[in-house]
């Protein structure tokens, strides 16, 4: 017992990932952890777009099951398991089959390098950037396979038209990464570094965040990518894949059930997984605001309680909606489940007020937290915008997105190296 | 101009065994489809996503309306009417109550008139939010949706407060009105005005300039002024080809010479101008709303007609603006109380013919767009 607890604070104190460390145990411990986070995360995000959405539209959205609705994505789930599993008569049913965990694997396995603080991350690879592009753009295998085992039209058309678009838009996305990567190296050392915890790392040693930087490069750089984030997840308004009005479902127009869920999941963990590219690269990871501006003991303790206060007023929030809960017996056993869920998030909240939990949560709470405002993005976005046909989808990326990633990264180089530059210059002149 | 009779046909008979080594690809587009707007069934002949060729293949709901008009009275017909264009009922039994008293040469008295106009246009305000939601849907944004049922409800609640229903309204009466304008009618209805006018600017908000909006529908579905009308296309799909056409105007019926409104319309005959050219519609109908409400003169609003009607022998022809486009009723009396023959000209039927010239050489997102912006109601299609 005593060598357990010793085993783990030793790893609470260590600097290290438990994939750098070579610590198998603390690895498989962070990959399930990871693995229900996320089933969690999807969970939450699918009622909390059909909330948030429905708000936007002058509806209520789900509240029928469970307190407002805060049972119904586990009411879905169980739909979706228990429904006829069809494989279409002319589909190849092996491919058909393989397709969904594709996309599912592709889809979670990024996570392996996403760094939730300095050594919250399964793994730190120091080529972690490139293998999350690579292994994000696997999931466009697992889209065509799965479009063309259905051997039907409308499912074929979508598989087209989204291996196109996931194709076109990974190179805009690239080379704004690759000006985000740039930067890392613009330090006094000059030593770049592909790792997604380096990249963090390095924005807290150059006390900007790369958003921020070479005003208005980084932006720009953003932008680009955070429109062709989400052309490569297959969402509004580039949602063309799966637009419901022309293709009926898109890619996954036969799928139903399990497999179907398995595509949902495996769309909702991308977009998490590109969100949090986004957030490491160019809004400092899991650094809280103002990291070096605001340093100190007092401003620590600040923003450490942050994620207390956050949790309180979600539980008082549920506080709130429990006294507005209509008064009649049918509503009771809602009633007290949503007071108990506001109690159960009060108490999280509480308990993150405690020191040691305190110290050790704010890089996650962070990262979450940003990624959670890409999340409301995406959802804005659905909200707010038509869809793009397909012919202006692939102008808007070959001829807006694609040159103006390469004068960005023409450009950061040059803005980057301006002192290098000078010097050579003045080296020319005075010979 | 080329004749759009000359477009070749859709050589369906070829089979289409496969699909995947043929650069053509014949897609079966409905009729169940989320976008068809009931079940119209397209057939579509694309090479990759480019639109070669459609057709369409109607009349699954056809429920022999024409037919049904020859054993029912006059009277008896009249609420059948509403069931064709169910999402304008009160333009279809406007136009059906006209031909009947053109007919039996009565008129309606003025008040009843007055009432009627006021329902008209309401009822077309709520047609085109219809088509707007829909069609906006359709293009990719559903927000609008929600914003033009919200409000399309407050017309719907003076309907139900006038007659008791809130679609099939049966609100006319051949000869004038059954029920007198209920207490507080007028001011609900200016409480209306003022409510949608704030609203409609809001839709426009959304739409108008959005950047995806305008790239979605500029240029896409254009027929020319000429086709339009050779083709025999009517209502603002015609006018926003800059065919200045409307029955309100060329051929006033129902009192609408009393009043002063604008027929927009637009230049290029494209999806993006026929969407400005129904949301100018709606602020036009508006004005006619004010315009009928201080207006109500009081008397009957019954004229004098027999409790059985024997229209004497002959045949008339009477149409009307409905939302969608000219919508006629050719009705042919042999003396007796059914009518011999009722033919109806629905707008959708015929503005469903320009489909396949607005769709040639665009991509199957366009058809969709198109098939929107036509504002088709397969009630009235098939009939």
Redesign the interface.
């Given at each position: 017992m005593h060598a357990l607890v010793q085993y783990i604070e030793s790893y609470l104190s260590s600097d290290k990932t438990p994939g750098a460390a070579g610590n198998f145990f603390w690895a498989t411990v962070y990959v399930l952890l990871v693995f229900v986070g996320l089933s969690i995360a999807v969970i939450a995000m699918n009622w909390l777009e059909r909330k948030i959405?429905a708000h936007?539209?002058?509806?209520l959205g789900p509240m029928r099951v469970g307190p407002h609705g805060l049972l119904q994505p586990i009411a879905d789930a169980l739909k979706l398991l228990l429904k006829e599993d069809i494989i279409p008569d002319g589909a190849d049913k092996v491919v058909f089959w393989i397709a969904p965990f594709i996309v599912v694997l592709a889809a979670f396995t990024v996570f392996v390098v996403v760094p939730f603080g300095p050594t919250h991350a399964i793994t730190d690879m120091n080529i972690g950037i490139l293998f999350m592009l690579g292994v994000s753009s696997l999931s466009v295998l697992g889209i065509v396979t799965a479009g063309w085992a259905s051997n039907s039209?409308?499912p074929?058309?979508g598989a087209l038209?989204s291996s196109a678009q996931m194709v076109s838009y990974e190179v805009a996305m690239g080379l704004a990464v690759v000006s985000a990567i740039l930067m890392t190296s613009l330090n006094e050392s000059k030593t770049g570094t592909l790792s997604m915890i380096g990249i963090v790392q390095a924005q807290f040693d150059q006390h900007e965040w790369f958003l921020f930087k070479f005003f208005p490069l980084g932006i720009i750089a953003f932008g680009i990518f955070a429109i062709a984030m989400v052309a490569e997840t297959n969402r509004?308004?580039f949602?063309?894949p799966e637009?419901?009005?022309?293709?009926?479902a898109g890619f996954h127009t036969e799928y139903s059930g399990f497999r179907w869920s398995l595509f949902f999941l495996a769309e909702y963990s991308a977009m998490i997984a590109v969100s949090s590219i986004a957030v490491t690269l160019w809004i400092g990871g899991w650094l809280r605001p103002f990291p070096n501006l605001l340093q100190g003991s007092t401003w620590d303790l600040a923003f450490s309680s942050v994620p207390g206060i956050t949790f309180l007023l979600l539980g008082a929030i549920c506080f709130y909606n429990t006294a507005r809960m209509p008064k009649h017996p049918l509503f009771k056993i809602q009633t007290l489940g949503l007071a108990g869920f506001g109690a159960v998030l009060a108490l999280i909240g509480l308990m993150m007020f405690l020191p040691p939990v305190r110290e050790r949560v704010g890089d996650i709470f962070w990262f979450s937290a940003k990624v959670a405002g890409f999340m409301y993005l995406y959802i804005w976005y659905?909200?707010?915008?038509?869809?793009?046909?397909?012919?202006?989808l692939m102008k808007v990326g070959w001829k807006v997105l694609l040159p103006t990633g390469l004068a960005l990264l023409i450009l950061t180089a040059v803005v980057g190296m301006r002192a290098e530059l000078l010097a050579q210059v003045k080296q020319v002149f005075q010979r | 101009m080329t004749d759009p009779r000359s477009l070749s046909p859709l050589d369906l008979e070829t089979p289409d065994k496969t699909?995947?080594d043929a650069n053509e690809?014949v897609?079966?587009m409905g009729p169940q489809?989320?976008?068809t707007h009931g079940v119209l069934r397209v057939i579509l002949r694309l090479d990759g996503?480019k639109v070669l060729g459609l057709e369409c293949v109607i009349g699954y709901l056809h429920r022999g309306v024409e037919k049904i008009a020859e054993n029912r009275t006059y009277t008896m017909f009249n609420p059948y009417v509403d069931r064709m264009d169910y999402v304008a009922a009160v333009s279809n039994g406007l136009g059906y109550c006209e031909a009947v008293e053109k007919l039996l040469s009565v008129e309606a008295p003025p008040r009843a008139q007055y009432i009627r106009v006021i329902l008209t246009e309401l009822n077309r305000i709520a047609s085109h939010q219809l088509w707007l939601g829909t069609h906006?849907?359709?293009?990719?944004?559903?927000?609008p949706?929600?914003?033009t049922f919200?409000d399309r409800e407050e017309i719907l609640k003076i309907f139900e407060k006038y007659c008791g229903a809130r679609l099939t309204t049966h609100a006319f009466r051949i000869g004038g009105l059954q029920y007198e304008a209920y207490d507080g009618f007028e001011s609900d209805v200016r409480n209306f005005v003022s409510f949608v006018k704030p609203k409609i600017d809001e839709y426009e908000e959304?739409?108008t300039t959005?950047r995806?909006?305008l790239?979605?529908t500029k240029g896409v579905g254009v027929i020319s002024g000429k086709d339009a009308i050779a083709l025999g296309v009517t209502g603002p799909v015609l006018r926003a080809s800059g065919v200045k056409w409307d029955i309100r105007k060329a051929q006033p019926y129902a009192n609408y010479k009393n009043f002063d409104f604008e027929i927009p319309t637009g230049e290029n005959g494209d999806t993006y101008d026929r969407y400005i050219v129904r949301m100018m519609e709606m602020r036009q109908s508006l004005r006619i709303i004010e315009q009928a409400v201080a207006g109500i003169p009081e008397g009957p609003i019954m004229a004098k007609v027999p409790k059985v009607m024997k229209p004497p022998v002959g045949e008339v022809y009477h149409s009307i603006e409905a939302p969608k486009g000219e919508l006629g009723y050719f009705i042919v009396s042999d003396g007796s109380t059914q009518p011999y023959r009722v033919r109806v000209r629905p707008p959708s039927f015929v503005n469903l013919q320009a489909l396949d010239v607005m769709c040639r050489d665009q991509?199957?997102?366009?058809v969709?767009a198109v098939i929107g912006t036509l504002d088709i109601v397969l009630g009235e299609v098939d009939r």
């Open positions: 959405l936007m539209q002058v509806r039209h409308y074929l058309i038209r509004a308004p949602d063309l637009a419901e009005s022309e293709l009926t659905r909200g707010t915008f038509p869809r793009y046909r397909f012919d202006q | 699909f995947l690809l897609i079966n489809h989320p976008a996503e906006a849907l359709d293009i990719g944004a559903i927000t949706l929600f914003y919200r959304l739409l959005n995806i909006w790239e979605r991509l199957v997102a366009d969709i």
